[in-house]
């Protein structure tokens, strides 16, 4: 089975504060993402990656940042956290095939900033 | 109008009954769908994925494509009150070369003993 985590279920940070969220994977799957999710907009793409120091930028990137140094790890950096930031944060991963595309998530973090 | 649109309900069904989930897509070169389910609190679990027209079965589940009329839908045959979640469709995009999915804001959907 799939296994992807997240370094944390639960995380208050004040504002200005600077938040690292982390997501492992132990699939050995090159695609990676983060995604927010917020009531009645759905679940939004901040940042993914397809490969090792690479990063793109999805549809909601500002305010965010990615690092990922190992194939296994992929980073969300909130660089000085904000109230609107307040948000679940899910991570997925995926690897592509000429026959499917699924994604697998992380159990979320749900970041509340104050 | 939005890329993936999805009746966000909620939609109520009696148990045993089946439960049907619509979903329309935007882009017409769209090749792979996806049905997530999410339990509150809990993320999304990939339940159904289906590349071609037609329908696809996998025990209670059949997902339906039809890319002429851009529409995919899910049907929950059976319905158990352990089926009450929100059902998230998704399409596969190609943004200037990277491949990405694309989520509906989701269908609640609440089974009725």
């Known amino acids: 089975d799939v296994k992807v985590t997240q370094s944390s279920r639960y995380l208050v940070k004040r504002t200005g504060e600077k938040v690292f969220l982390e997501c492992v994977q132990d699939?050995?799957?090159?695609?990676m993402f983060w995604y927010r999710q917020d009531p009645g907009l759905g679940l939004r793409l901040i940042y993914f990656?397809?490969?090792?120091?690479?990063?793109e930028k999805g549809d909601i990137p500002e305010g965010y940042s990615v690092s990922r140094e190992k194939k296994e790890r992929f980073s969300l950096i909130l660089e000085s956290a904000s109230t609107n930031q307040t948000s679940m944060y899910l991570c997925a991963s995926s690897q592509i095939t000429a026959y499917s595309y699924e994604q697998y998530f992380g159990p979320g973090t749900r970041l509340t900033v104050t | 109008q939005k890329e993936v649109e999805q009746n966000s309900g909620p939609l109520s069904v009696p148990e045993g009954a089946i439960a049907s989930l619509n979903c329309t897509y935007s882009d017409r070169v769209s090749q792979s769908f996806f049905w997530y389910r999410q339990y509150s609190g809990k993320s999304p679990e990939l339940i159904m994925s289906?590349?071609?027209?037609g329908d696809k079965e996998d025990g209670r589940f059949t997902a339906q494509l039809n890319k002429a009329s851009q529409y995919v839908s899910l049907l929950i045959r059976d319905s158990q009150p352990s089926d009450s979640a929100t059902y998230l469709c998704a399409v596969r995009r190609v943004d200037f070369g990277n491949e990405k999915l694309t989520f509906g804001t989701g269908t609640r959907l609440t089974i009725i003993p």
């Open positions: 289906i590349y071609s027209n």
């Open positions: 699939m050995d799957h090159e695609n």
């Open positions: 990656s397809y490969d090792v120091k690479m990063k």
